[in-house]
């Protein structure tokens, strides 16, 4: 197996870093979609499940915008992001490879929490709060968007 190979496993883990819930709400906007990922996520093929992966993703985001929300980096922030993007490296990596896209996609966005947090810090110093928000949502929404698409097929082709 090539190291390539788990791209988009290690690129849903950066989106993780900045948003824990987007891997696992677009995954489910995914399968909502129609579009079928190559590892298996039994509970998001359960309508109840596919609803509250996006009502989380769009929770985490209005939620992110609160003067009390903890940085990402805390323990809780932390063990979230590990479980979503280890779900989500598992579903998107080469079939029979789940769990080396589960490891990729952990040791990308653990490291890199780090570091987005450290962007979006400098940015609320300059453009606030909300607004340095707003700007990484859509940065990091269009970003899991783009992965899940092109990581995923559609369950039937025409």
Do not use: C, N, W
């Amino acid at each position: 197996m090539e190291i390539r190979s788990l791209m988009y496993s290690a690129l849903i883990g950066a989106v993780a870093s900045a948003r824990s819930m987007t891997p696992m709400a677009t995954i489910a906007a995914a399968r909502l979609a129609g579009r079928h990922t190559t590892g298996q996520l039994i509970l998001l093929d359960r309508p109840l499940f596919k609803a509250g992966a996006l009502a989380i993703g769009v929770g985490e985001l209005l939620g992110d915008k609160m003067k009390t929300a903890p940085d990402r980096t805390v323990f809780l922030g932390l063990l979230v992001r590990i479980m979503s993007a280890g779900i989500a490296g598992a579903a998107l990596a080469p079939q029979g490879h789940a769990r080396a896209g589960a490891a990729v996609a952990v040791a990308t966005a653990v490291p890199l929490a780090y570091l987005t947090l450290s962007g979006r810090k400098l940015a609320m110093a300059r453009i606030g709060q909300t607004r340095s928000g707003l700007i990484e949502d859509a940065l990091i929404v269009a970003a899991g968007a783009a992965v899940v698409t092109l990581a995923t097929r559609p369950t039937h082709a025409y």
